[in-house]
């Protein structure tokens, strides 16, 4: 069993931070790309950040120059950093793995959603 377990969601003014985790865990062989994605109401779920095994990172648009992205590989562990954070970033957030399992299947895995709610 694979699972990504997020934390850090919750509510802030504009102009806050706020803090992201993402832990992988479970029968674990390796985890390669790893990303951050958000769905506002009525919205289609978009990427918003992505980083590779090497930390190699991109960005939407949207969000650059004010999030960062970055992983632990010794944890398992991605963080996604929210600064400067304006209302249209509320949203859902969502946290992606492609991992390779002990048994050696490669999955896609999501976390369960955590809500970031940016207060004008």
């Known amino acids: 069993q694979v699972q990504l377990v997020e934390s850090g969601g919750g509510l802030v003014q504009a102009g806050g931070s706020l803090r992201l985790s993402c832990a992988a865990s479970?029968?674990?062989?390796?985890?390669?790309?790893m990303g951050w994605y958000r769905q506002a109401p009525g919205k289609q779920r978009e990427l918003v950040a992505a980083?590779?095994?090497?930390?190699?990172?991109n960005y939407a648009d949207s969000v650059k120059g004010r999030f960062t992205i970055s992983r632990d590989n010794a944890k398992n562990t991605m963080y996604l950093q929210m600064n400067s954070l304006k209302p249209e970033d509320t949203a859902v957030y969502y946290c992606n793995a492609a991992i390779v399992a002990a048994s050696g299947r490669y999955l896609g895995v999501w976390g369960q959603g955590t809500l970031v709610t940016v207060s004008s």
């Open positions: 479970g029968s674990i062989f390796s985890v390669n790309g």
């Open positions: 980083i590779s095994s090497g930390s190699m990172t």
